[in-house]
Nanobody
């Protein structure tokens, strides 16, 4: 099994930056992709960004709403995936969840709240 723990959320002003972290443990060698999703109040959970594999060089994918502002990356030595969020907007306010895909077996973290407000 895979366990995921997110961190790095908080309150930030519009235009500011935050970096989220997602530490994976357990059966990490089974993971073929990881991603960040978010869920704003009253809305469905949506994809933010994904990155393939923790072991070999992976490709990334972003939602149109965050392209050019957010960057997903990974540190294989730390079994951690990051989401660097720049130029934050109030509409980025949401609970951000880390996700791991182990060839169809999906694991979710508990989420971390990001609030963008002046």
């Amino acid at each position: 099994q895979v366990q995921l723990v997110e961190s790095g959320g908080g309150l930030v002003q519009p235009g500011g930056s935050l970096r989220l972290s997602c530490a994976a443990s357990g059966s990490i060698f089974s993971i073929n992709a990881m991603g960040w999703y978010r869920q704003a109040p009253g809305k469905e959970r949506e994809l933010v960004a994904t990155i393939t594999t923790l072991i070999i060089s992976g490709s990334t994918n972003y939602a149109d709403s965050v392209k050019g502002r957010f960057t997903i990356s990974r540190d294989n030595a730390k079994n951690t995936v990051y989401l660097q969020m720049n130029s934050l907007k109030p509409e980025d306010t949401a609970v951000y969840y880390c996700n791991a895909d182990s060839y169809g077996i999906i694991t979710w973290g508990k989420g971390t709240l990001v609030t963008v407000s002046s």
